[in-house]
């Protein structure tokens, strides 16, 4: 079975600009994490969603971020405006909640904001 | 709320030296407990798990942890490590029965000599 899908692996791009990460989580997963690993901060969770709704967001640092999950299989993470401060790897993990706790990760975004 | 310490940011071993790294957690309730590991550019994966029952926890690649709850302790060993161990270690816990959003502690790198 394939894995948790994240694209782009690699994004370089201005401050200012808007950044869009996707998400394609396992099938029959029904919870979906967005994750940003740094060396200062480690692994933070940044925004978990049950059934596409959002349940917990108190992770996005601020309003330029902001994350959407309009069906089962797709999510989306966009940064707008971006700034050099978001300079990390991004991460998408799903999970079935049947094994709790039990998270599978995509291989990430790594993004640079110059 | 739970939290998990993780003693070591880096250990450093030569192969086939056995290894142990630490865990320590926090929480009022029982807990689910987890060892993932990060490869280079990978997303992180999970090497093992304990729910319940036995607390001698086996996973892949020969690591085995043992959950400790006088200790609240969940350490990571390997008696004898390969120079494709070198990667980055996270414990994980999430609360069991409760929501099962997984704390990550900081990681410890994991560095093995020739």
């Known amino acids: 079975d394939a894995g948790v899908i994240q694209s782009p692996r690699h994004e370089v791009t201005e401050m200012g600009q808007e950044v869009t990460l996707r998400c394609k989580p396992i099938s029959g997963h029904n919870s979906l994490f967005w994750y940003r690993q740094t060396m200062m901060r480690g692994l933070e969770l940044l925004i978990y969603?049950?059934?596409?709704?959002?349940?917990?967001d108190s992770g996005m640092p601020e309003d330029r971020f902001s994350a959407k999950m309009p069906n089962a299989s797709f999510s989306t993470l966009k940064i707008q405006p971006s700034e050099p401060r978001d300079s990390a790897v991004y991460f998408c993990a799903s999970s079935s909640g049947l094994i709790t706790g039990e998270l599978f990760f995509g291989e990430g975004s790594r993004l640079t904001v110059l | 709320a739970q939290s998990v310490t993780q003693l070591d940011s880096q250990v450093p071993v030569f192969e086939e030296a056995p290894v142990e790294l630490r865990c320590n957690y926090s929480s009022s309730v029982s807990v689910y407990l987890f060892w993932y590991v990060q490869y280079p550019n990978q997303g992180l994966q999970l090497l093992l798990k304990y729910l319940s029952g036995s607390t001698l926890v086996k996973g892949i690649n020969g690591f085995e942890a043992e959950f400790n709850k006088s200790q609240t302790s969940f350490h990571l060993r390997k008696p004898s490590v390969h120079i494709s161990d070198t990667a980055e270690y996270f414990c994980a816990v999430s609360q069991a029965g409760g929501s099962y959003i997984p704390t990550f502690g900081r990681g410890t790198s994991l560095i093995v000599h020739p």
């Open positions: 969603f049950n059934n596409n709704v959002p349940i917990d």
